[in-house]
Nanobody
Framework: QVQVVESGGGLVQAGGSLRLSCAASGPINSQYALGWFRQPPGKEREFVAGIRWSAGYTHYNDSIKDRVTISRDVAGDTVDLQMNSLKPEDTAIYYC?????????????????WGQGTQVTVSS
């Protein structure tokens, strides 16, 4: 089955940048969407950005779209999330997830395969 693994989290100062990567393995194909989500301490998981696996169409959370870019590295079968101008409120565990579906869902419950998450901490 399809599996995803996140990497690239860490500690960064406010105003800095970080690039997260989600590596996918297994029979992932054009019917899949991949989403990046985050879960701050004590809060619900929220959608950050998503991408269609083959077509490359993207969808962003309006609240953060000016500071993040999602992209796919075709050669490496990875989807990266570039985050700029980071703020302390961006501190969260960041997850990637995939689902075989149409479009790019923004609801976490619609995704059925998740990675273990990677911690991002932004200091003030």
């Amino acid at each position: 089955q399809v599996q995803v693994v996140e990497s690239g989290g860490g500690l960064v100062q406010a105003g800095g940048s970080l690039r997260l990567s989600c590596a996918a393995s297994g029979p992932i194909n054009s019917q899949y969407a991949l989403g990046w989500f985050r879960q701050p301490p004590g809060k619900e998981r929220e959608f950050v950005a998503g991408i269609r696996w083959s077509a490359g169409y993207t969808h962003y959370n309006d609240s953060i779209k000016d500071r993040v870019t999602i992209s796919r590295d075709v050669a490496g079968d990875t989807v990266d999330l570039q985050m700029n101008s980071l703020k302390p409120e961006d501190t969260a565990i960041y997850y990637c997830a995939v689902v075989q579906t149409v479009g790019i869902p923004s609801y976490a419950r619609l995704y059925d395969t998740w990675g273990q998450g990677t911690q991002v901490t932004v200091s003030s």
